[in-house]
């Protein structure tokens, strides 16, 4: 009994530290020893660009649909390659009028069903060959679809996302900023070794015949990369592709959010085709199985590293200090809400959005997951 507790607080604290950090390092000197990619120029002036389609899916956005639209329209690039498309899911404000008013190119009224089908509306009616997806809260840099599609100046590059950035006002308690800094940094790795393993909704974009049609549940963010490479497609991260959102405010926001996405991911896991290996190569396969199968699985390793460690307490200096880690942890996530000290707040972001993972599947078994969703109170 007492070896096999051992081996379950060792393997399960020691996925844990593995996937955190072991994982990225490991990356890292991998990343030493590859050769450097050239970089992505696309050939000649403006006329050799390629025309891109730009959706923006919005639900009940008229407070900020017009700043987007705007935003789409003062990039740098051709005017007379880009089409600007809001694809509007069921909204029962001025979303559709508002868009229309700011200069959008295309508006679609489509029937409340989710973004997803609202993005698959919008790729219907598309004419660019490049299919860009930016979220309506999100501001784009000037010159951030020009770097967006430099990528696809390789034939084999069939998705790329981009940098999205934070801002937060100030004595806001999310820390999700820090999250994302960490976070890009091993997408770019994965990025220059083989494909990302997921992007992000504020920035980006795939070949218009490389999309791919999911079920409404399973958003791109997830299901694009690996179901693209699993066609032999690559999908690539862009770091000069930046855009910035607003954060959710508080860490309990932060939570509510999480939660909701994770009800949207664990049906990409379970039956959406990521399990699967067929189509992955050895490093990819790798990389999906450290960055995305061991960190959704952190919160119950978690449970079986502390409730091992209980029991080992008597077992040696090392289980005690083991469960003076963790305990400090969970203490400094809980001291947060009265002493809001960075370190402290750091601790119950990792906390609440390591439990979120568990809710999301909570959520999902009990209740199932919507196509269309709203909004948690203060979150986006």
Sequence with gaps: MTRALKLAFWGSAGLVVYTQLGYPLLLAGLDRFRRPREPDVLPGGDDDLPEVSLVVAAY?????????VGNALSLDYPRHKLEV???????????????????ADLVLENPRAGKVRSQDAAVRRARGEVVA?????????????RALVAPFVNPRVGYVCGSVAFTGEDGASNQEGVYWRYELWVRGLESGLASVTAGNGAIYATRKDAYLVVDPVMGHDLSFPFNLVKRGWRALYAPA???TEKMVPTVEGEFA???RMMSHTWPIIVRGGLLSPRGYGALYGVMIVSHRLLRYA???????????????LRDGPAYRAAFAAQAGVLGAAAAAGAVPARPLLVARYYVLTTASV??????WLRHGTPAGWE???GTR
């Design 298 to 312: 952190s919160p119950f390793l978690h449970l079986v590293a502390l409730g091992a460690n209980v029991v080992l």
């Design 358 to 363: 568990a809710a999301g599947l909570v959520d």
């Design 85 to 103: 498309i809001v694809s509007v899911d069921g909204a029962t404000d001025g979303t559709a009028a508002r868009a229309r008013e700011a200069g």
């Design 241 to 243: 592709a930046r855009a």
């Design 133 to 145: 997806f930016s979220d309506a809260n999100a501001t784009w840099e000037p010159g951030a679809l």
């Design 375 to 377: 909004a948690a109170e």
């Design 60 to 68: 009940n956005e008229d407070r900020v649909i017009a700043d987007k």
């Design 257 to 259: 959010r999480k939660r």
